[in-house]
């Protein structure tokens, strides 16, 4: 069920209980969102968050903020563009916001995600991706899109539950052995999964805080085999869904 935040009052202006937050604009040249974008507040409770996702001088928004009891509040319309993407790029993507649904889970960068609030994610994200026809594979953490400046929702976020429901992808159990380890043929493959190219360091650590949050080796044959079966299975440039 979706509830409104509380009458929020910033200024002389109160917002609306439902979808509250000023900040958000049309989605360019008639987008619509075909990408989820998951993101962590970094603050201190829900209600911190909603304030400054709602407050106009922040000009940061997302179209959802999911509270640790699992309450999860509209801030913007799915139709209107939200500001929570940045800088950064998904495959051929780079206007992120024009093209995405942003969720924001309240969580302050270090706790687990509580079990309430992944259910929550869990059962929005079944009617986001219903609504919009999103493949699981375009469901993606702020880190994907961008390596190096972002690093939500962070090495605690279950990306595997979200894989098992249907809802992102993950690898496959049983994975090529013997590739060749190399910067340039991970960032190749890494390319064809969807991450834009940044320098070797940065991307290792943005795939590994998803797929492989706890390895700290230098790349190694276990990376290779998964960004080559993500890259075989998951193409960024396959063609969408038909209806
Ligand atoms: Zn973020």
């Excluded at 640790?68 to 500001?83: F, K, Q």
């Excluded at 702020?142 to 976020?157: E, L, Q, V, Y």
Aim: a negative charge; one cysteine or more.
């Amino acid at each position: 069920m979706w509830v409104g935040p509380p009458a929020i009052q910033v200024g002389r202006q109160q917002l609306s209980l439902t979808d509250p937050s000023p900040n958000f604009g049309p989605r360019r040249d008639g987008a619509v969102p075909d990408m989820v974008v998951i993101h962590y507040t970094a603050m201190k409770s829900a209600a911190a968050a909603c304030r400054t996702l709602c407050n106009p001088d922040t000009e940061v928004s997302a179209h959802y903020l999911i509270a640790e009891d699992g309450t999860v509040m509209s801030l913007v319309a799915e139709r209107m563009r939200a500001w929570h993407a940045g800088a950064g790029a998904w495959g051929a993507v780079i206007d992120v916001n024009s093209r995405s649904i942003g969720i924001e889970l309240a969580n302050n960068g270090v706790s687990p995600f509580a079990a309430a609030q992944m259910d929550a994610l869990s059962t929005l994200l079944t009617g986001i991706k219903q609504r919009w026809a999103i493949r699981p594979e375009r469901v993606i953490g702020h880190s994907d899109m961008a390596p190096g400046r972002k690093i939500d929702p962070g090495r605690r976020f279950d990306w595997k539950r979200l894989a098992l429901e249907g809802h992102a992808v993950w690898p496959s159990a049983s994975l090529s052995t013997g590739l060749a380890v190399s910067d340039a043929a991970f960032a190749e493959q890494a390319a064809q999964f969807g991450y834009v190219h940044t320098d070797s360091v940065q991307l290792l650590d943005a795939f590994r805080m998803r797929f492989r949050p706890w390895a700290n080796c230098s790349l190694d044959g276990t990376d290779m085999a998964i960004i080559t079966d993500l890259a075989t299975c998951f193409p960024v440039d396959a063609p969408p869904i038909t209806a």
